[in-house]
């Protein structure tokens, strides 16, 4: 069955590294888009970014923009999260998601289980 | 601050109707671009609810339902069960932002 699961959370502090890993299986990964969404602590849901299924097209929002990149090893159906210059306010579960799609319209299914971050001194 | 707005709950006694809302605006809801729904229980990740405004994964049972109109989305559950306690997000695109962007979720509570 198709599956996604995050790993390389921790607790680190601030101003440091960090990569995320996400293991996908179950699909032909190299057809798929991959976004990652993260969550703090007890709120809601915050995009991250996205890498296109050929890994050409890279978007990021806002608040990790020039930080956080996105990169795919199709070799090991593999996507990460490199995230530098760690801020306090990055600590969430970051999930991994798939891009589903039909045409120009997009959605994220399925999701991982999710890996949590914690940054902090 | 997030770019739609939902409620922050609703309840609704079980086998009851509830709607949850989310007010978008021109550049995201309003320009056309699509709104999805994902529900999450406490410590799991988010499932896909609805996709594409209005259609549901085969998993998913018919008591749950979702439109638009102008610049708002709907997420209907009908026949609530205790079981549907959750969190509810919406989520669309928003072209000024350039980003994929969601609501701030919605906790379902079953009296």
């Known amino acids: 069955q198709v599956q996604l699961v995050e790993s390389g959370g921790g607790v680190v502090q601030p101003g440091r590294s960090l990569r995320l890993a996400c293991v996908a299986s179950g699909f032909i990964f190299s057809d798929y888009g991959m976004h990652w969404v993260r969550q703090a602590p007890g709120k809601g849901l915050q995009w991250v970014g996205v890498i296109s299924f050929d890994g050409r097209n890279k978007y990021y929002g806002d608040s990790v923009k020039g930080r956080f990149s996105i990169s795919r090893d199709t070799s090991k159906n593999t996507v990460y999260l490199e995230m530098t210059s760690l801020r306090v306010e990055d600590t969430a579960i970051y999930f991994c998601?798939?891009?589903?799609?039909?045409?120009?319209?997009?959605?994220?299914?399925?999701w991982g289980q999710g890996t949590l971050v914690m940054v902090s001194s | 601050q997030s770019v739609m707005k939902q409620p922050p709950s609703v309840s609704g006694a079980p086998g009851r109707r509830v709607t949850i809302s989310c007010t978008g605006g021109?550049?995201?809801?309003?320009?056309?671009?699509?709104v999805h729904w994902y529900q999450q229980f406490p410590g799991t990740a988010p499932k896909l609810l609805i996709f594409?405004?209005?259609n549901r994964p085969s998993s998913v049972p018919d008591r749950f339902s979702g439109s638009t109109s102008g610049t708002s989305a709907s997420l209907v559950i009908t026949g609530l069960q205790a079981d549907d306690e959750a969190d509810y997000y919406c989520q669309s695109y928003d072209s000024s932002l350039s980003a994929v962007v969601f609501g701030g979720g919605t906790k379902v509570t079953v009296l």
């Open positions: 594409a405004n209005n």
């Open positions: 998601a798939r891009e589903d799609r039909q045409g120009l319209v997009s959605w994220l299914d399925p």
């Open positions: 021109s550049s995201n809801i309003g320009a056309g671009f699509d």
